[in-house]
Every structure is written in C-alpha cells, then in structure tokens.
Nanobody, 128 residues
Framework: QVHLVASGGGSVQAGGSLRLSCGAS????????MAWFRQVPGKELEAVAA???????SYVDSVKGRFTISKDNAKNNLDLQMNSLQPEDTAVYYC??????????????????????WGQGTQVTVSS
C-alpha cells in the first residue's frame, strides 16, 4: 500500500507563491508518471502538471509558465512550485501516483482513473 502525504497549501493574495510537497513510502518513485491534480467544488478533478520517469514535465495551458513540477527520487518527494497565483487557482490540490505504466504522461491525457494512489489533498486559496 502506497501512502502519499501532501503538504504546503495555504492562503495567499493574487500574485503570491506557494510550494506544495508530496512524500511517499512504499513506492518506486523513479519509474512512473507522477501528477498533481486539483479540484474546484462542483467540478471534476483536473490534472495540472505531470512529470515522467525521465523527468520531462508537462502542464495544462492555464498554469504554464507559472507552475513547476519536480521530483526527488532519492527522497521520494514530488513538489509543485506555484508562482503568480490567481484566484482561479483556488482549489484542493492532490498528488497522484499510478499503479501501472501509463504510457503517456501529459495533463491532456491523464485522468483520475489512471491513478490508484492519492494524497489527502491540500487547500490552496488565492484572494484578489
């Protein structure tokens, strides 16, 4: 059983920054596509950033140039640096790890059903 623990959420004003972190035990961090999702109340989970086993990154258009996903395989840690935050970034953010090789690692492809392991979610609130 993989145990993911997310941290780093909070409240900031528009234009501010936050860094989310996700740690895991019992998981081969280096072998799979990892992702951050977010969910706004009443809406579906949305993949916003992904990093593959070769550390290639990809982002949904709305966060490109503002968010950076990274991982440390030795420490089993997945981070999401969020800069220039806007009110529309307000959501609960989740880190996610798959149970199988997904083949592709892009937010436009990734769906929640691809991931069998989830962190508990951390709230990010951006005020205008």
């Amino acid at each position: 059983q993989v145990h993911l623990v997310a941290s780093g959420g909070g409240s900031v004003q528009a234009g501010g920054s936050l860094r989310l972190s996700c740690g895991a035990s019992g998981y081969d961090w280096s072998s799979y596509c990892m992702a951050w999702f977010r969910q706004v109340p009443g809406k579906e989970l949305e993949a916003v950033a992904a990093i593959d086993e070769d550390e290639r990154t990809s982002y949904v258009d709305s966060v490109k140039g503002r968010f950076t996903i990274s991982k440390d395989n030795a420490k089993n840690n997945l981070d999401l640096q969020m800069n220039s935050l806007q009110p529309e970034d307000t959501a609960v953010y989740y880190c996610a790890a798959p149970t199988d090789d997904l083949g592709r690692c892009s937010p436009s492809y990734l769906r929640p059903s691809h991931f069998g392991n989830w962190g508990q979610g951390t709230q990010v609130t951006v005020s205008s």
